[in-house]
């Protein structure tokens, strides 16, 4: 398995063209582009610090 080349890229759009049509492409696009916008802000989402539980702040009210 080596790099796509030139070719290998012109016929994979031209399969895609094909089988989805001119008009059908930009939807895909834009659903891919918004899918792997959320997939950044759940990753970024996961890496802040979790909330203080909520046993700590039951026994302080008690």
Known sequence: ???L???E???IVGIVILLFGGK???ELMKGLGSG???FKN???DDQTP???SVKKEEEEIK
């Open 1 to 3: 398995m080596g790099r």
């Open 5 to 7: 080349g030139l070719t």
């Open 9 to 11: 890229i012109l016929v």
């Open 24 to 26: 059908k492409i930009p």
């Open 36 to 38: 792997i916008k959320e």
């Open 42 to 44: 759940a990753a970024k």
């Open 50 to 52: 979790p909330a203080p």
